[in-house]
T-cell receptor
Framework: DTEVTQTPKHLVMGMTNKKSLKCEQH?????MYWYKQKAKKPPELMFV???????INESVPSRFSPECPNSSLLNLHLHALQPEDSALYLC?????????????FGPGTRLTVL | QQQVKQSPQSLIVQKGGISIINCAYE??????FPWYQQFPGKGPALLIA?????SEKKEGRFTISFNKSAKQFSLHIMDSQPGDSATYFC????????????FGQGTRLTINP
């Protein structure tokens, strides 16, 4: 299984809603990533978890709250988002601690904030 | 200094031609240089990658050329096909800590039939 799955595929939420994005992988990867991608732009790193501990937070606003409940799961909790947060949210995973180096990306969740 | 500069922004190539996308970097702490291909509505997928101790890597129609002294690397797509039409991102990995990727701005490639 070389797949990163993300749910939901699409999400529409109001600025007062609370929602969560979910990412799952069963490749035994111990590094997991959240990226945000706006149209026609490269993925922009948000958070990195390494061995279930948050190792990088790229100064992301607190309305985005990541969680790594176990080595296979990564969540992104959303609260009080702004319309400019509308984007494709990508999850990726990588085998930590040595090669191979590849980051496997999921298909993303298309988020629209009204 | 952590930037990766990618050019061109968009590229149109005839079917059967060679597509060439270039990237340049400044940070010598980068140790791994992947290229990702992304189709609309999909996540990026690794196409090919190279380490700086190798000057060229070929996988099928895709070749990375790497010039360590010039801090430049490029992707060549031989015999380009309409199915290659996608956005291509070069990237570079910072080896320290959690090893994050720094992406170029992307190239939208269109292969005309």
């Amino acid at each position: 299984d070389t797949e990163v799955t993300q749910t939901p595929k699409h999400l529409v939420m109001g600025m007062t809603n609370k929602k969560s994005l979910k990412c799952e992988q069963h490749m035994g990867h111990r590094a997991m990533y959240w990226y945000k991608q706006k149209a026609k732009k490269p993925p922009e790193l948000m958070f990195v978890y390494s061995y279930e501990k948050l190792s990088i937070n790229e100064s992301v606003p607190s309305r985005f709250s990541p969680e790594c409940p176990n080595s296979s799961l990564l969540n992104l909790h959303l609260h009080a988002l702004q319309p400019e947060d509308s984007a494709l949210y990508l999850c990726a995973s990588r085998r930590a601690g040595g090669p191979p180096d590849e980051q496997f990306f999921g298909p993303g969740t298309r988020l629209t904030v009204l | 200094q952590q930037q990766v500069k990618q050019s061109p922004q968009s590229l149109i190539v005839q079917k059967g031609g060679i597509s060439i996308i270039n990237c340049a970097y400044e940070n010598t702490a980068f140790d791994y240089f992947p290229w990702y291909q992304q189709f609309p509505g999909k996540g990026p997928a690794l196409l090919i990658a190279i380490r700086p101790d190798v000057s060229e890597k070929k996988e099928g129609r895709f070749t990375i050329s790497f010039n360590k002294s010039a801090k430049q690397f490029s992707l060549h797509i031989m015999d380009s096909q309409p199915g290659d039409s996608a956005t291509y991102f070069c990237a570079a990995r910072i080896i320290q800590g959690a090893q994050k990727l720094v992406f170029g701005q992307g190239t939208r490639l269109t292969i005309n039939p």
